[in-house]
């Protein structure tokens, strides 16, 4: 039998099913590797909004980390909602001594605006966890604070991109999902160091249950680099994934719902 890589997710718990570690697990699956979690982060979550975030101590989540990567060879992972200061320095002090690419999502405020990491967190990520991402996937509004500047267009697009690689970042994935432009595509921009910008389009998804986008896509990235796919080709094959699931997304319950990580059974 093929070995089935495994893939693990270091983020926060979504109760309504349609992010974080649910969605990542999810992608996962369907894409045929065994996804595994570590989780920084308890919210009470559904369609409508976040009511309440409870985070354990760093030294327990430093707990699941160190667990899982006696236990498993981990063959890429991912990181996401990781809320403070002291969980980031926990998981990077173990995560530095690991060569498995990590795909890191830089999640700041939830769909519905909710704050979903505190003040100390944003420079603790910048120091930490960037110098050690193959891939930084940040939105806009993400990429403004990480890298102090306005988005305004695609000139300013490729500008923060480039300083986010100063940062550290081996490449960073500039996700257009904010950023308005053409109605028919949307837009992300693939830099790396020492190559030119690569603009990746898929069509553009008119529908209000886009729950948990950005964590589907990081997720499918890292599945596809376990799986052993080039960077660039990581990056399209979760594209199609989240476009596909988008374009049959659903509100299971009320408010916001998420994309359909099962559209592919279809």
Request: one cysteine or more; aromatic letters at 4%; a negative charge.
């Amino acid at each position: 039998m093929q070995q089935i890589p495994n893939v693990l997710t270091i983020a926060g718990s979504d109760s309504g099913g349609g992010a974080g570690i649910q969605a990542d697990l999810k992608t996962m699956t369907m894409m045929r590797t065994f996804g595994m979690s570590v989780i920084t982060a308890l919210t009470a979550q559904n369609g409508l909004g976040v009511t309440g975030i409870h985070a354990p101590e760093p030294e327990f989540v430093a707990l699941q980390l160190t667990t899982v990567l006696d236990g498993f060879a981990v063959h890429a992972a991912k990181t996401g909602m990781m809320f403070n200061a002291g969980i980031i320095h926990a998981v990077a002090d173990i995560l530095d001594a690991q060569s498995f690419p990590l795909v890191v999502d830089p999640v700041c405020v939830s769909t519905s605006g909710h704050r979903l990491m505190e003040e100390d967190g944003i420079e603790a990520l910048r120091e930490r966890l960037m110098p050690r991402a193959a891939l930084f996937t940040p939105n806009k509004p993400e990429a403004e604070r990480f890298s102090g500047m306005k988005i305004e267009g695609e000139d300013d697009i490729l500008e923060a991109g480039t300083r986010l690689l100063d940062m550290g970042a081996k490449a960073v994935l500039m996700k257009g999902g904010h950023c308005g432009g053409s109605p028919v595509f949307v837009t992300d921009w693939l830099l790396e160091k020492g190559r030119e910008p690569v603009a990746l389009r898929q069509p553009h998804v008119d529908t209000p249950n886009s729950h948990g986008t950005g964590c589907t896509l990081s997720a499918g990235i890292a599945a596809q680099l376990a799986l052993g796919m080039p960077l660039r080709v990581a990056v399209t094959r979760a594209q199609e994934f989240l476009n596909l699931a988008l374009r049959h997304s659903f509100a299971p319950g009320k408010g916001h719902g998420p994309c359909n990580h099962m559209a592919g059974l279809k």
